[in-house]
């Protein structure tokens, strides 16, 4: 054998054996990839497991006879969950359970895609806050064709086939803040004030008019002397942020800023305050509010805000499900249920009790 021949042999060994090392190596990494891979499958699967485990708490579950929805387009604000809440106790109550409808859902679902949702589901009852929308109107029909009561909260549908509605009486609303108004106008020996009424776009036309009308009888029969003016204006709800900028516009937009805001929902009274806040216009602008939230309370401790009208929204959500079990239960129902409400100001602001608050 010459020279050239082992070399060549020396060669294929080497090559053989650099071959035999690559396939132990890849072998190797293989097993340990695999070995990895079956350990994090194990832990992932232990992990939501546990995960599991704790958010159904044992294996035990309860039954309910009945299952309601609710629904609104402004679950997020504190009136909403307050309304829910004491619709949620009231239920359990009566053995009952209710969802609020549209968490952790997509925010372009609208009142009649929820309605929709509920009617498929074929749920028991559905409370859900009413609008002037003809859509909401006609989803209600098709829910009470389909067997489901309806109930309207805060404002009203009145030609849906809904069974009740619960809510406040508009006139007294009206006349409370028009008698607010004058006490203020009064105090300052006012000779013209501009007055801006800001409505959701979930308040009927026909509560618009009826508040609207009580605001102006009120102030007409308190004889200021004062030439007032009154406009109104509808506040989107439907969309992220669309109350705050058209709010934020009337201090940016208008020629003259108006000497009192009147406000109709928990949500416009907050932009409303923020917005004066932040325009320096505390002192220039009156804000007559609605409901009470820790940060309206903080508000009217500062007197920022003159009042707020405090609905009782515990009452609300109780009698709305009072309503749908009554229904159920006899067939009957009263077709209208007012709710109480109260006027916190500086001098009663001690006696409501709110979780929260602001430093």
Same mark, same amino acid.
């Given at each position: 054998?010459?020279?050239?021949? +082992? ?203 009826? +508040? ?37 516009? +009337? ?30 216009k505390v002192g220039e602008v009156e804000i007559l509010g609605y409901y009470m939230s820790p940060t309206i309370k903080s508000a009217i401790d500062k007197k920022i805000i003159r009042s707020s009208i405090v609905v009782d929204t515990n009452q609300m959500g109780q009698k709305s ?39």
């Amino acid at each position: 054998m010459d020279n050239k021949e +082992i070399e060549t042999e020396t060669l294929d060994k080497k090559a053989g054996k650099s071959g035999n090392r690559l396939i132990l190596v890849t072998t190797i990494s293989l097993g340990v990839l695999l070995a990895g891979m079956i350990v994090f499958s194990v832990g992932f699967f232990y992990t939501n497991m546990k995960k599991t485990k704790k958010m159904l708490g044992t294996s035990e579950y309860n039954t309910y006879d009945r299952y309601y929805v609710f629904i609104t387009s402004s679950g997020d604000t504190d009136f909403w969950k307050s309304v829910y809440q004491g619709a949620f106790q009231e239920a359990l109550g009566s053995n009952a359970y209710i969802e609020m409808m549209g968490e952790g859902l997509e925010d372009s679902l609208t009142k009649r895609d929820l309605i929709k949702i509920a009617i498929d589901s074929k749920v028991d009852g559905i409370i859900v806050e009413g609008d002037d929308d003809n859509k909401t109107l006609n989803v209600i029909k098709e829910a009470r064709a389909e067997g489901i009561p309806v109930v309207t909260v805060s404002s009203d549908v009145s030609e849906s086939d809904r069974i009740s509605f619960i809510g406040i009486s508009g006139y007294n609303l009206g006349k409370e803040y028009g008698e607010q108004a004058a006490s203020f106008i009064r105090s300052k020996d006012m000779d013209n004030c501009n007055i801006l009424l800001l409505m959701d776009d979930s308040i009927t036309g026909s509560s618009q008019s009826i +508040i609207n009308t009580a605001i102006s009888e009120t102030l007409d029969d308190a004889d200021l002397g004062t030439e007032i003016n009154i406009d109104s204006k509808v506040v989107s709800t439907g969309k992220s942020f669309a109350a705050e900028e058209e709010i934020r516009d +009337i201090f940016v937009s208008e020629k003259d800023t108006p000497d009192i805001i009147i406000c109709l929902s928990e949500k416009n009274t907050v932009c409303v305050y923020q917005t004066v806040v932040d325009y320096n216009k505390v002192g220039e602008v009156e804000i007559l509010g609605y409901y009470m939230s820790p940060t309206i309370k903080s508000a009217i401790d500062k007197k920022i805000i003159r009042s707020s009208i405090v609905v009782d929204t515990n009452q609300m959500g109780q009698k709305s499900v009072d309503a749908l079990n009554e229904y159920l239960e006899s067939g009957y129902v009263s077709e209208l249920y007012m709710v109480d409400t109260t006027l916190a100001d500086t001098e009663n602001l001690d006696s409501f009790q709110i979780e929260g608050g602001e430093d």
